[in-house]
């Protein structure tokens, strides 16, 4: 006989629930080691713990045998996120087919009930399964670690010279990329054959960016070879960013293959090279896109991380944080700018903002503040980190290995 959970456990759940919810995945992994769960409970948190710490196989194996009960049950929270999850690992570890029929599930049964914007998404990764679902998996080949003689390109963003089926191109090394993706004018060069269909993702400011899919047999990029490496492929004025045209991007996929990556101040890129510092903090994934733990306004808080952002901008949920502090500033209209366009969404223009990352301070003369939801993946942390931040430091490695975002101080 199947008992209710106890009083404690009900409430603990829900703490917990909430904790998921909002994003607050720093205090996930402590509530969840001091929380008493009913069993299944437990692994159900461990395993969406898991997939947010990037350790793809053990959510996989915490999940994996919750999902029939869950199915067998009326529609409920748990079994929502467990396919949600569930899909994100399969399309990480790039098992597309069962990764598409996780996304199917998830909108067959809670389709109704999401947000407009987790709708959009989940449908949005759903077609990008379809289309490479029978689509081998990516691989990698490595030598040894490698030191990249890069560059810092006109928009001050890292350039990381890379051998796409035998051509020597030169491609953004971007954080905020949930994949990789290049211009038609590039797909063209290097000869990719792309699938049949097309897919839609957002770009950083929430607008639709509609693109095809080829799978490229070799790239290689240092010491390091992958094979089978999705493509996204969209038109060059999508990547056409103030006049400057982006050829390619190096999006998540091949980021995390590569374990870990260090951009210093020269231009150069360290793949899988011991990072030059010790003083870290920690990553969480959030689907495709790591978010970084940030002190600001006051206390630890999760913010995404994007070298491909010249700059930083902070969300609606940091400007409830300190809206005090605006209080006698003017409304202004800040840009949101993409590879699907531009739109503007009101705010302010916040002077001398501190925030203190990987244990070292960094002082930014000007930030961008919203005062609403963008309708984009910002709103659900405290801001998007860029170039602005990073350019602090003599280098900085992101390690999708261990999760951890470190910093080298720059000489003062």
Known sequence: MQTAPSPRAATGFAHLQ????????????????????????????????????????????????????????????????????????????FEYARSEAMFSKLLQRYGASLTKREHRNFSNRLSEMHLLRGAPPQTVEKTSPSMIAAKINGMGLPEVPVEAGGKPESWVMDTGANTCVITETTARRIGLQLLEGTATTDDISGLPV????????????????????????????????????????????????????????????????????????????????????????????????????????????????????????????????????????????????????AGEDVLLKSAGVFSEPTGAGIDDVFGNLGQDVLRSFKSYTVDFRGMMFSVEPALR
């Open 210 to 357: 509609s693109f095809r899919v080829g799978v490229l047999p070799e790239l290689k990029i240092g010491n390091t070879i992958l094979h089978n490496v999705e493509l996204p492929v969209t038109a060059d004025k999508n990547l056409n960013i103030g006049g400057a045209q982006i050829q390619g991007i190096i999006g998540f996929p091949v980021q995390a293959a590569l374990g870990s990556f260090s951009v210093y101040a020269d231009g150069s890129v360290g793949i899988d090279s011991d990072p030059p510092s010790e003083t870290t903090a920690e990553m969480f994934m959030e689907q495709q896109t790591p978010l970084v733990s940030v002190k600001a306004g006051g206390e630890a808080r999760l913010f995404s991380l994007d070298t491909g952002a010249t700059g930083s901008t902070f969300s609606e949920r940091f400007y409830r944080v300190i809206q005090s502090k605006l209080a006698d500033q003017p409304v202004k209209t800040l840009p949101v700018t993409g590879a699907g366009g531009t739109h503007s969404i009101r705010g302010y223009e916040m002077k001398d903002l501190a925030i203190t990352i």
């Open 18 to 93: 909430s904790l998921v919810e909002t994003r607050q995945y720093l205090n996930l992994e402590s509530g969840l080691a001091s929380t008493r769960l009913e069993v299944a409970d437990a692994a159900l948190f461990r395993g969406i713990l898991a997939n947010r710490r990037n350790r793809l196989r053990d959510s996989i194996d915490l999940l994996t045998p919750l999902a029939a009960k869950l199915a067998a049950a009326p529609a409920s929270w748990r079994e929502k996120e467990l396919l949600a999850s569930l899909a994100d690992d399969y399309s990480k570890t």
